[in-house]
């Protein structure tokens, strides 16, 4: 048997916030500094190396976004004539 479609007729329009959705944020925001507060205090202090590690990629996740799933790696064929130069300079030699 075939699947109907329905015509939305009830609800928010769209595009007018959810007041629930802003109130629970607004909370949680509210809260925000202890969170924080707490991530760093289980680095810092936490006999469990993965919680550590978990509290530490957190933090870096709030402060620096989260890291690229997939990242790509390039050998250089030449890597010996990169040594010694800076950043600057390699970046030059490619232009």
Do not use: W, Y
């Not at 609800?11 to 991530?39: C, H, S």
């Amino acid at each position: 048997m075939p699947q109907v479609t329905r015509i939305k007729t009830g609800g928010r329009k769209a595009g007018t916030p959810n007041r629930t959705t802003a109130e629970v944020r607004q909370l949680a925001m509210n809260r925000a500094a202890e969170a924080i507060d707490q991530i760093a205090h289980l680095m810092a202090n936490s006999q469990n190396d993965a919680v550590r590690l978990q509290a530490a990629k957190e933090l870096l996740d709030r402060c620096c976004g989260k890291s690229a799933d997939a990242i790509e790696v390039r050998r250089f064929e030449n890597a010996e004539r990169l040594q010694g130069k800076t950043f600057e300079e390699v970046l030059d030699d490619m232009r």
